[in-house]
C-alpha cells in the first residue's frame, strides 16, 4: 500500500518536472554560441537535453509495465502501443542544432540525417508570432528542404536577425514582423 503511495507519487513529480522542463522554459533559453570559424550555433537548451531522454525512458518503462501486467485481452494492448509509439515519435523527434554558416543554414541531428540549405535555395521563411507558445521559425528550401527553430532552441531574436542579414536582399523589408532584440 505504501509503495503504490510512493509510486504514485513520484510519478506524479516527475510527470511536472517534464512538463516544467518542456514548456516551462520557452523563451527562457540562452544565447546563440558563436563558434571559433564563424558560424552561430542555436543549440538546444540543456535542461532540455536531460528532459527529452528522461521523458523517453519513462514511456518505455510505462510501456513495458503495461505489457507485463496485461491479462492477454487485445485492448491490453491499446495502451503499452500508444507509450511505445510516442517514445519513438520522441526519439526521432529530438531537436536538432541549427547552425548558420556563410553557406547557409544546417540542422545537426542526433538520430537522423543531417539538412543543409543553402542561401540561395531558401525559397519560403515561416514566423509564427512572439506570442504563441510554440514560436517556431521554418526555413524551406527550393527542393522541400525544411529547417526548423524551435522554442527550445537558443536565442530566436539572433537567429532572426542572421536571417535579415543573410537574406535581406529576399526578404520583405517588414521582415520579421515582430521587434527583434538588437535592433
Not at 531522454?53 to 500508444?82: C, E, K, M
Not at 530566436?156 to 535579415?164: T, Y
Request: proline share 5%; glycine share 8%; hydrophobic share 45%.
Amino acid at each position: 500500500m505504501i509503495w503504490k503511495l510512493v509510486l504514485g507519487l513520484t510519478h506524479l513529480i516527475f510527470d511536472i518536472a517534464l512538463i516544467w522542463m518542456f514548456f516551462g522554459r520557452a523563451g527562457k533559453r540562452g544565447p546563440a554560441r558563436v563558434l571559433s570559424d564563424g558560424r552561430v550555433e542555436f543549440s538546444p537548451d540543456r535542461l532540455g537535453l536531460w528532459a527529452w531522454p528522461l521523458a523517453i525512458a519513462y514511456l518505455v518503462s510505462l510501456t513495458v509495465r503495461d505489457l507485463i501486467q496485461n491479462h492477454g485481452n487485445p485492448w491490453d494492448f491499446l495502451a503499452p502501443t500508444l507509450f511505445g509509439s510516442t517514445a519513438l515519435m520522441l526519439l526521432f523527434s529530438f531537436p536538432g542544432t541549427v547552425v548558420v554558416s556563410t553557406d547557409g543554414l544546417e540542422a545537426v541531428y542526433w538520430f537522423r540525417r543531417h539538412k543543409l540549405i543553402r542561401w540561395e535555395e531558401i525559397e519560403e521563411i515561416q514566423t509564427e508570432k512572439q506570442s504563441t507558445s510554440f514560436r517556431m521559425v521554418t526555413i524551406t528550401g527550393v527542393d522541400g528542404t525544411k529547417i526548423v527553430h524551435s522554442f527550445q532552441l537558443a536565442d530566436r531574436s539572433r537567429f532572426l536577425l542572421e536571417l535579415k542579414q543573410h537574406c535581406g536582399e529576399n526578404l520583405p523589408p517588414d521582415f520579421p514582423r515582430e521587434p527583434i532584440d538588437g535592433l
